[in-house]
């Protein structure tokens, strides 16, 4: 004898089982998206989506020679603005003579591939030729070996200080230039 089979119980079966699906599916995007990015495809501009810690990171040239080295104990990249953020970050960059610069600050942001900013208590240093210059926010350009400010800076060589607002520097012909309001101590050899 043939079983009957009842198909409108099996499509409302079936029609709430695919809505089961369905909540599961909004309430886990719901969980990592904000309702506004759901309704309008807003990003959360604080969303991460990449974080390190004990980051490490090298740069090379076309050649491959290492230019440039930096470390840091936590780095958070954030989707909407392209920016990443480092924890007192630790730079090294070697120039085309193969000097080595240093640079230290309480936080840096990458911004895209181009550009770095170091911001309180920066310190960049060359112990081959024993400058190091001090400010508070520095802008360093990788691919021109580059740094400019804005803010007070002060430089020291040997026993010589300089001190002004902004500056601009080539670190690969070991150039620092004050530009505005500068003063100085030379102490002659």
Known sequence: MAKSVNLPRITL?????????????????????PPGALLNGAVDPHQVDLYAEQA?????????KRVQTFTSPRVTHYVQSGETLMETPVLQV?????????????TGTLIGDTEIHLQ???????????TQLHTE????????REVTSDVA??????????????????LDRNRIELLRKVEGNYVQP
Request: hydrophobic share 40%; net charge negative.
């Open 94 to 106: 070697l120039t085309s003579k193969g000097e080595i610069w240093d640079g230290v600050a309480r």
């Open 137 to 144: 926010q520095l802008h360093y350009f990788p691919e021109r």
């Open 153 to 170: 800076v002060l430089v020291n060589r040997d026993d010589d200080t300089l001190r002004g607002i902004g500056m601009r520097g080539d």
């Open 120 to 130: 309180g208590n920066v310190i960049i240093s060359n112990k081959d030729n024993a």
């Open 56 to 64: 490490h990171g090298m740069k090379f040239d076309d050649t491959g």
């Open 13 to 33: 079966i079936a029609g709430l089982g695919g809505c089961v699906v369905i909540v599961m599916y909004l309430m886990l995007y719901w969980d990592r998206n």
